[in-house]
């Protein structure tokens, strides 16, 4: 049986002589709505005595940020623990109403919404993130919204009138690629009344894995957790390891990130040598992602494995070095990436798309970088670009920008 969504239905059958074992097609939507129909004609039946909580419900494909999608097995397990243990924040139950705004070809929007009905909340979902469906929502009740960053800095742009609607929600949560500290500094000043949830995690462990709660957001003691991811789920564990020699590193240095949770995934679809590469024999998983630790168990991400930038025998990391460009008055969005250099081996690079109306020279925004930040971690060089390229998850495509630096070597990292 296959579901196709009623705008989808010429392409299904475009391929459907090359589909022999599908027995019926049910379309969803539009005048020739057949799902409300076939489901009102149905009996509830029995869970399967054949099913069991470790067998694989749900097959998402990671976005491929940095290499060709794979496919992640989820178990009911998995993700009925991933309900669990995030709705301390959230809040989710019978009588709310909760937006969802990511795709449900990511685990974003999928596991979201599986939150909502673990919980009993209702949720209203929508086709793709666009401004009227979305206040449209809020205003008939919905108020709780998980989004990536991007959508935030659409909305502080869009007037006294988005900012008004924004602000009708009670909890704001957003991932899938970090916020601009100045970006959220100014957010938090906006909406002073809303609680704002960081959540971080990756598709193998069928979402969020740790948590910046609302009360970290605001905490006037420890500004700097803001730019950290918070602190692990309920039953998660974390170790910060040397990726070059798999021990522990010291508290509070960098290493990798890797994470131990019953949220995690059985293993990629038809790919055992990449199950053994991702996942530890102990069941920790290497998450490709570089960070620290701080005292108060507090998750720190600095840079994927992949983009930390080796320049003179100096590592940088990237989101240091956006965080500092985002705050240039002029610029509406900032990517920084190496880029190979025959003397330092790689040097630091940016990418950058202005705000409407202004115009951008990038000497002056190097020159201004260097009053702010080590010369070495500031780009030597700046591209500038109407918008910067995103997955349909709204993550940046370094990789877009990267390769034609890259273009004719062996590899795309020095």
Known sequence: MVFVGEGF????DAV???LPSVRRVIVLGGDGDEYEPWVASADPVPTSPEVTPDDVCLVMYSSGTTGFPKGVELTHHNMNVHSAVNNEYFRLGP???????????????????????YHGAETVMLREVAPGPMFAAIAGGASRLFLVPAVVAQVLAGGEQAIGAFGRLDVFAYGASPMPLPMLEKALA????????????????????????????????????LTSAGQCVPGAQVRVVDPATGTDCPAGEVGELWFRTEQLMRGYVGQPEATAATITPDGYIRTGDLGRVDDGGFVFVVDRLKDMIVTG????????????????????EVAVYGV????????????VAPKPGES????????????????YKCPKAIDVVEVLPRNPS?????????APHWSGRDRTIA
């Open 9 to 12: 239905r010429a392409a299904y």
């Open 16 to 18: 459907a002589d090359r």
């Open 95 to 117: 009588g709310v109403v909760s937006l969802a705004a990511m795709p449900l070809f990511h685990v974003g929007g999928t596991s979201y919404v599986a939150l909502g009905m």
């Open 190 to 225: 906006t909406w002073p009344q809303l609680e704002f949830l960081q959540v971080y995690g990756m598709t193998e462990m069928g979402g969020v894995v740790t948590s910046l709660s609302p009360a970290a957001h605001r905490d006037p003691a420890r500004p700097e957790r």
């Open 313 to 332: 025998g100096e590592n940088v990391y990237s989101p240091e070095v956006e965080n500092v460009l985002a705050a240039h008055p002029q610029l509406a």
């Open 340 to 351: 190979p250099h025959p003397v330092w081996v790689e040097a630091v690079h940016a990418t």
């Open 360 to 375: 951008v020279d990038p000497e002056e925004v190097i020159a201004w970088m260097r009053e702010r930040l080590a010369a």
């Open 394 to 402: 709204g993550k940046i495509l370094k990789r877009d920008l990267r």
